[in-house]
């Protein structure tokens, strides 16, 4: 199977919404299952051992610049009320000369950590939230076939 180069996908085309809010200011994100494995002993198999899913765990990373508090008041409301903030994460990338578009829908996700302040003289403010998902994502459109 062949391609042409102008069908290859740009991330400059993604955009993320969490809870249903778009949010304009992330420039990036991540997010992926790890599958877990278990080692189980082998005869004859030259490594003398095999592996056996036992499991996954959701992971990601989304990448903003910093235009406002929107999150960060969110999280630290629930975090006095003793909550977690759980949100779902959806992200698209539509490149206009690829063959479609993909979406992905990630329910139940948390963030790793809060930050507070992360600044420097002469920076453009980023901040990168590292989040993890308990849930199946679902994938809402797929590109080709």
Same mark, same amino acid.
């Given at each position: 199977?062949?391609?042409?180069p102008?069908?290859?996908?740009?991330?400059?085309?993604g955009?993320?919404?969490?809870?249903?809010e778009?949010?304009?200011?992330v420039?990036g994100?991540?997010a992926?299952?790890?599958?877990?494995?278990?080692?189980v002993?082998m005869?004859?198999?030259?490594?003398? &051992?095999?592996?056996?899913?036992?499991?996954?765990?959701?992971?990601?990373?989304v990448?903003?610049?910093?235009?406002?508090?929107?999150?960060?008041?969110?999280?630290?409301?629930?975090?006095?009320?003793g909550?977690?903030?759980?949100?779902?994460?959806?992200?698209?990338v539509?490149?206009p000369a690829?063959?479609?578009?993909? &979406?992905?829908?990630?329910?139940?996700?948390t963030?790793d950590d809060?930050?507070?302040a992360?600044?420097?003289?002469?920076t453009?403010?980023?901040?990168?939230?590292?989040?993890t998902?308990?849930?199946?994502?679902?994938?809402i459109?797929?590109i080709? &076939?």
């Open positions: 199977m062949t391609f042409k102008e069908q290859a996908i740009s991330g400059t085309y955009e993320a919404w969490i809870n249903g778009k949010f304009a200011e420039f994100l991540q992926k299952i790890n599958i877990l494995k278990e080692d002993p005869c004859g198999v030259p490594s003398g &051992r095999g592996k056996k899913m036992m499991g996954w765990e959701g992971t990601g990373s990448r903003f610049t910093k235009i406002n508090s929107k999150l960060l008041k969110r999280q630290l409301d629930m975090l006095k009320q909550k977690e903030l759980m949100v779902t994460i959806v992200s698209k539509k490149d690829a063959l479609g578009a993909e &979406r992905v829908s990630i329910p139940n996700c963030f809060i930050t507070l992360d600044w420097e003289n002469n453009i403010l980023r901040e990168e939230k590292p989040f998902f308990s849930d199946m994502p679902t994938l459109d797929s080709g &076939r």
